[in-house]
Structure formats: C-alpha cells, structure tokens
C-alpha cells in the first residue's frame, strides 16, 4: 500500500512538469482555432485536477495537522478545477465565449480562501495547539465571500459596468493572491527541513503565477 502511494505522488509530480512541456511547445507553433481552444482548457483542467489528487492523496497518508492542511488545499484545487470547468463548458460545448462577469470568476477567486487556511494551519509546527475548526474555516471563507460581494458584484448587477468590475476583481485577487504569498513567505522562515522546501517552492510557483497573470491581464488591455 504504501510503495503504491510512493509511486502515485511519483507520477504525479511529474504530470505537471510534462503538460507545461507540451503547452508550451503547442502554444509556440499553433494558430488560433476550436482545436487549441479545446487543447488548452484540457490542459488547464488536468493541472488543475492533477494538483488536486496529489494533494488528495498527502491529506490522506497524513496525521491530524498535516490532513487538515492538505485537504484544505485540494479543496482550493478543486475550486481552480471548477473555474475552469465553468469556462470550459462555454469554449467547448457551447463554442461561446465565457460570460463576463460570471461564475468562473468567482469560482477563481474563492479558490485562495481554503489555500490560505491550509497555511493558517501551520502543519510544520508540532505544537499542542490544535489546528482550525471547521467553524474557523468557515468564517474564513465566508470573510473572502463577503469582500468579494461588497467590492466586485455591485458592477455586475447593481452598476453593471465591465470596467469597473475587471478593476475591482483584479484589485481584490491580487490582494487576495499578495496575502497567500505572504504566508508562504513567512512559512518560509519559520520551518525547517522538507516543510521550508516545499514553502519555497509554493513560494516560486505562486510568484510566478502573480507577474504571469499581471503580464496577462496588460496584454488583453492592450488588444481592447
């Protein structure tokens, strides 16, 4: 049981590493159509979903503390796999473009909430303090739901306006998305060992995924 969990984790640190290889060598050479629309949510989708296994299949080879951390990050995977299954359904079986605002960025935004309890949980301490209850977690989610209703849906349906709602919901996920970084910052320097290792390389993906979509988000101003 436990060489078959060593060889699941095994395949699946890789299948990210090797859907990134071909993305980007499919990105580079092919030209805009149904086909690389499909190509690339399938793409986004099974990282999506391979992020979410391997988080799946840590929480459940793991103690308390460690459980509630990895389970609250497949949650948030999860969330990611649904944003982008949301989008999907409009790219690929309806061939429309995804409504915006809608669900889909929601659904984006709302996957850093359970992201940012599982570091709240602390699981590199050994400490007698028992990890987050699901009543904290709850109020914690509810936190970002409610920040997001205040800040962003008043331009989707109370003055409906494009701009200001790609304004508000990019101010807000980044803010969002600077906190998460923080905490892995702060993971960084207060654990030691495979736990600080797998801070910084949360850390590097995470920072990474910040300047892209900001990179991102200019260049479709841009073509606007």
Known sequence: MRSTTTNLKKLLSLLPWANAAVYAVVAAVAHPSYRLTVFCDF??????????AAFAVNAFSADER??????LMTGGAIFWLASQGAWSYYEIWLRVPPPDPGIGGMLLFLHLAPMTAALIVTPHKRSAIPPLTVLSIAML???WLFV???FVVPWQYIHASLELYGQAFNVLYDTEDFIFIGLLALGVAHSKGSWRWLYIRFLAGSAAYA???GILDRLISKQQ
């Open 66 to 71: 460690e459980r509630w951390f990895w389970s």
């Open 148 to 150: 997001y209703t205040y």
């Open 43 to 52: 793409a986004q989708a099974l990282l999506a979903l391979t992020l979410a």
């Open 141 to 143: 989610f509810t936190w």
């Open 211 to 213: 300047a892209g979509a």
